[in-house]
């Protein structure tokens, strides 16, 4: 069994805290997934939470018996782009929205909490047009960075 800090409690941790706001409370999305969902089902909004990498500092740090571990996570952000009913600036209208939901809940949830000991944006988040099946949606990629200490 590993004794080091698992990335998969910060992803999951985040999905709870996404789906607690835009699925739950608000209903901005259809659904938010702790893994990279490719196929979802004609669903207009999606939210996938994924690994993205990990920095572990060196046990010849300088304070002995405390190491601290940084994961990244994406966040990608998928929005139909147009459908019957749904038209090109709804779609922009929406994933500007999911993208300000987000970073509330990454704001609200800065500090420590039951999953991480710090949690902020990395950098600039991307946007891109992409097809699922034939299917165009809108894609932004953020990318959270989030601390944890252990000894």
């Known amino acids: 069994m590993a004794t080091q800090p ?28 702790n893994y990279r969902k490719g196929d979802f089902g004609g669903q207009f909004t999606v939210v996938n939470v994924s690994s993205a990498g990990s920095f572990r500092e060196s046990i010849s740090m300088p304070q002995p018996g405390v190491r601290k571990a940084l994961f990244y996570l994406y966040v990608d952000v998928f929005v139909l782009y147009a459908a019957e009913n749904w038209t090109e600036a709804q779609a922009q209208d929406r994933q500007d929205l999911v993208e300000a939901t987000i970073a509330d809940v990454v704001d609200l949830n800065s500090g420590l909490t039951a999953y991480w000991n710090a949690a902020d944006y990395e950098g600039t988040s991307e946007i891109e047009d992409v097809k699922f099946g034939g299917v165009p949606y809108l894609w932004e990629r953020i990318k959270i960075g989030v601390a944890g200490f252990y000894g």
């Not at 996404?18 to 739950?24: E, G, I, K, P, S």
Request: charged fraction near 25%.
């Open 6 to 33: 698992n990335r998969e409690i910060a992803r999951d941790g985040l999905t709870t805290l996404l789906t607690a706001r835009l699925v739950t409370t608000d209903t901005i999305v259809q659904e938010v997934n």
